[in-house]
């Protein structure tokens, strides 16, 4: 196989953190912009995509489950690592990935990556991200946030990472759930320059987003 030819993934981490439809649509954004996936669904993880959808997910059913979450039916780019698995190519350095997105991230697992615990493969795999000085994006998704959460978000900060809170902008005219989602992970893949149609961009013009299409104006 050539170099042109070689895998190199864009690898997602979702943890426990409420939040899960914001990572659906930044895998949905990756697959659309041609870009090959890496998956890593934490444990608990799994039990908010349950409660939060309805839907499990589990390792032995994971392609049916992932189709059923994101609403992706053609799911070749995508390969799927169990939280556990610790020999899983996302945990060595050689593993020729693009970067990592942890969507949405846990103030345990932004604990975790900061201070290099690497509890689980999601873990493991960031620090792996850092230490090979590949792009990182950390979607904080909790509030308010406490002064060790803090401390652990300046610390990934100085370490390379990006550190985007799970934040939606209303100037992009989203007035549905899935627009204020979409918001959110368009800036995830803005931060790694993954090109993408998820929101409407601020063009320097007040009163855009009442005037774009399909508004009342």
Do not use: N
Not at 18 to 41: C, K, N
Not at 99 to 109: E, F, K, N, Q
Not at 118 to 135: I, M
């Amino acid at each position: 196989m050539s170099d042109q030819q070689v895998r190199q993934p864009w690898v997602v981490g979702v943890s426990g953190a409420s939040g899960t439809p914001y990572a659906a649509s930044v895998i949905r954004g990756l697959l659309a912009a041609g870009e090959a996936v890496d998956l890593v669904v934490s444990r608990a993880a799994r039990l908010t995509i349950l409660d939060e959808t309805g839907i499990s997910f589990r390792d032995a059913h994971w392609r049916k489950d992932l189709a059923a979450w994101t609403g992706v039916e053609d799911l070749s780019g995508v390969r799927h690592w169990a939280a556990g698995d610790f020999a899983a190519g996302p945990s060595s350095g050689s593993y020729p990935a693009k970067g990592m997105l942890v969507v949405p991230a846990t103030t345990g697992a932004v604990a975790g990556i900061a201070l290099g615990l690497s509890k689980d493969l999601l873990q493991r795999a960031a620090s792996v991200t850092l230490k090979e000085r590949r792009p990182l994006v950390v979607c904080v998704r909790e509030t308010p946030l406490d002064g060790v959460t803090l401390k652990h978000l300046v610390e990934l900060d100085a370490q390379g990472a990006v550190v985007l809170p799970a934040s939606p902008g209303f100037y992009a005219g989203g007035s549905t759930a899935r627009e204020l989602v979409d918001f959110v992970a368009g800036r995830v893949l803005d931060a790694v320059g993954v090109r993408h149609a998820l929101y409407r961009r601020w063009e320097g013009e007040l009163g855009g987003a009442v005037k774009a299409p399909g508004r009342a104006g």
